[in-house]
C-alpha cells in the first residue's frame, strides 16, 4: 500500500469509499488520483444536468471541431489581407483558432510542457510552499477553479505565476524543479508575451483600427501588461463522467495563448454545441478574452470553454492570459462605436475582475454578462 494509502486508512476515510475529509481534497487530485482511489469523492460530483457525458437528447459529445488553423508567418508577411480576414472571421465565428509558425522555438514550448509535469510530480508537501488563497500572489499553486468558493471542485491542480514585471516577480517563483525558473518558464512567458503583442497588432489591422493613435499607443500599453501563466494539471480520473477537468468559463482577458500536450480534453462551444478542439502538434491555441470581445464591442466573441476529465491519461496543459494592466479600464473602442452600434458593455477592469470571482463561485460567462449594457 502507498504510504498516503496508509495514512487515509489511519484517520478512518477509507480512499476507496465517497467520502474524504476536506483536508485531503484540499492537497489536490494529483495526490487523490496517486492514491489509487476507484471513485471521485462526493465533492467532484456535478448535479447530472451539468455532467459532460451522453445525455439522450445530446449529440455526441465527443465530436472533434478543427479550429481554424491561422499560419503566424502569413499574418506577419506582406499582402497578408487574406490572413487577416481569416483572423477576424476565427475570432468573430469562433473565437478560437490555432496558430502555427508562431516562432516560439519547439524546445521551449516542450519544456515548458515537461517542466510543468515535473512541478506536478513533486512531492506534495514541496508543492504546497506556494499554496496561497491571495488572489494578487505573484506565485499560485491550489486545486479546483477557485477552491474557497466551488460548491463541486473539479478534477484540476494548478500552478499560477504573474510575470510582469518579470524583475519583481521571478524571485517568488518556484525554485524547482531546478531549471524551471529561469530556463524555460521565463523564456516562454517572454515569448508568449512578445506573441501576445504581435496577435493583437494584427487582431487591431483586422479589425482596421490599427492606424487610430490611441490603438497604436495601446500596443505599447500591452508591453507592460498583465500577464498570468497557468499551469493545469488534469491526472486520471477513475469516473471522468461524473465530473470535469475544467467547468465552462470564459477567459478575463484579451488573448489567451494556450499549449497543450497532446491529449485531448479541451471543448469549445460552438453553435450550441459541445466541441473538442483536435491537438495539433506545435501549434498554440488561442482564444479571444472577454476584454477584447469588449473592446471589439461585441464583434469578437469571449467563448465558453471546459475541460474533460479522462481515465487513461494524464493532461497537462499552460495558459498565458494577456491584457493591460490591472488598473487600466477596458471599453469598447470608440472607433467601432456609433449611433448604429452604440456602446454594449459598461467600461470594466482587472481589479473589478477579481473582485467579483472572490466574491461568488463564477459560473460560465457571468463576469462578461454583468459587464453588459441592459437597454
Ligand atoms: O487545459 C485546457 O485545455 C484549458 C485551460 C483553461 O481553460 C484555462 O486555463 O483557463
Request: aromatic share 8%; glycine share 6%.
Amino acid at each position: 500500500m502507498a504510504p498516503s494509502m496508509v495514512a487515509a486508512a489511519a484517520d478512518g476515510k477509507g480512499f476507496n469509499g465517497v467520502e474524504h475529509n476536506f483536508a485531503h481534497l484540499l492537497k489536490g487530485v494529483k495526490y487523490l488520483s496517486g492514491s489509487g482511489i476507484s471513485k471521485v469523492p462526493e465533492k467532484y460530483i456535478l448535479p447530472a444536468q451539468e455532467r459532460p457525458m451522453r445525455r439522450e437528447a445530446e449529440p455526441d459529445p465527443l465530436k472533434l471541431i478543427a479550429l481554424p488553423l491561422l499560419d503566424f508567418s502569413e499574418l506577419q508577411g506582406p499582402n497578408n489581407d487574406a490572413a487577416l480576414k481569416s483572423l477576424s472571421d476565427a475570432c468573430q465565428d469562433y473565437g478560437f483558432f490555432q496558430l502555427v509558425n508562431h516562432g516560439i522555438p519547439e524546445e521551449v514550448t516542450k519544456g515548458i510542457v515537461e517542466v510543468s509535469k515535473e512541478f506536478f510530480e513533486m512531492p506534495f508537501e514541496e508543492r504546497s510552499k506556494y499554496m496561497s488563497s491571495d488572489m494578487y500572489s505573484p506565485v499560485r499553486y491550489g486545486t479546483s477553479f477557485n477552491q474557497s468558493k466551488d460548491k463541486v471542485f473539479c478534477w484540476r491542480d494548478f500552478l499560477k505565476l504573474t510575470c510582469q514585471p518579470m524583475e519583481e516577480v521571478l524571485p517568488h517563483w518556484p525554485s524547482s524543479p531546478p531549471h524551471m525558473r529561469r530556463e524555460l518558464a521565463a523564456s516562454y512567458a517572454k515569448a508568449a508575451k512578445n506573441l501576445s503583442i504581435a496577435l493583437t497588432g494584427a487582431i487591431f489591422r483586422g479589425l482596421e483600427i490599427d492606424q487610430v493613435e490611441e490603438h497604436g499607443a495601446m500596443i505599447e500599453e500591452f508591453k507592460a501588461g498583465s500577464q498570468l501563466m497557468v499551469m493545469n494539471c488534469y491526472p486520471q480520473c477513475p469516473q471522468p463522467d461524473l465530473t470535469l477537468g475544467m467547468p465552462p468559463h470564459s477567459d478575463y482577458g484579451f488573448l489567451t495563448l494556450l499549449l497543450q500536450d497532446q491529449v485531448e480534453g479541451l471543448q469549445i462551444q460552438h453553435r450550441d454545441e459541445w466541441v473538442m478542439v483536435q491537438p495539433v502538434p506545435n501549434a498554440l491555441v488561442i482564444n479571444v478574452g472577454d476584454h477584447l470581445e469588449i473592446f471589439s464591442n461585441g464583434r469578437y466573441k469571449s467563448v465558453l470553454h471546459r475541460v474533460l476529465a479522462n481515465s487513461t491519461q494524464h493532461r497537462v496543459s499552460v495558459a498565458s492570459i494577456h491584457t493591460l494592466s490591472s488598473n487600466r479600464t477596458i471599453r469598447p473602442s470608440p472607433s467601432l462605436v456609433d449611433d448604429a452600434n452604440p456602446p454594449r458593455y459598461k467600461d470594466t477592469d482587472f481589479a473589478s475582475f477579481l473582485d467579483y470571482v472572490s466574491s461568488r463561485e463564477p459560473k460560465n460567462k457571468d463576469f462578461l454578462e454583468s459587464r453588459k449594457v441592459t437597454r
